[in-house]
């Protein structure tokens, strides 16, 4: 996953994956960053954390 401040907006850029089924079973998973994720990204001295899942209907 790559995370840039630019603008004042965030960009995350992160691999899709071949949709497989979420732990529910009720959406297929494209994209995740499988829990929260501290960046390199840097707002009022702290680190930006985030927790991306990207999803389908079954």
Do not use: R, W
């Amino acid at each position: 996953m790559n995370v840039k401040i630019e603008n004042g907006k965030l960009f995350i850029e992160i691999d899709l994956q071949e949709p497989t089924p979420s732990a529910s079973g009720k959406t297929l998973v494209v994209a995740t960053t499988h829990g929260n994720v501290v960046t390199d990204c840097v707002i009022n001295e702290k680190p930006v954390v985030i927790g991306l899942n990207a999803y389908i209907k079954k």
